[in-house]
């Protein structure tokens, strides 16, 4: 088994920025992939940044350029770094992990945190 929790979520002004974390705990070696999604008000969840345990990244393509994810092995946390804040951003975001390698499909993954609030308004 594997807990995920999120933190970092907050209220931010339009353009700002803000870092989410994920720590990580349990049966970690059996993780090949990370990834964040979001769920706005009204609508389907959606990925966001996926990061393989190759280093592979992927992002949707509304956040190329703004967002970044990384990871800190030491500390068994994955981050989202999350620059120029728009107001549809504003979602729950979850932190999941997943067993399979490579980019996976959300019904993949095997793991998910409760999610962290995001609201970017001003």
């Known amino acids: 088994q594997v807990q995920l929790v999120e933190s970092g979520g907050d209220l931010v002004q339009p353009g700002g920025s803000l870092r989410l974390s994920c720590a990580a705990s349990?049966?970690?070696?059996?993780?090949?992939?990370m990834g964040w999604y979001r769920q706005a008000p009204g609508k389907q969840r959606e990925s966001v940044a996926t990061?393989?345990?190759?280093?592979?990244?992927n992002y949707a393509d509304s956040v190329k350029g703004r967002f970044t994810i990384s990871r800190d092995n030491a500390k068994n946390t994955v981050y989202l770094q999350m620059n120029s804040l728009i107001p549809e951003d504003t979602a729950v975001y979850y932190c999941?992990?997943?067993?399979?390698?490579?980019?996976?499909?959300?019904?993949?993954?095997?793991?998910w945190g409760q999610g962290t609030q995001v609201t970017v308004s001003s």
């Open positions: 990061l393989t345990s190759d280093g592979i990244t």
């Open positions: 349990g049966s970690l070696s059996t993780i090949n992939v």
């Open positions: 999941a992990a997943g067993n399979r390698i490579g980019i996976i499909r959300e019904s993949e993954y095997n793991y």
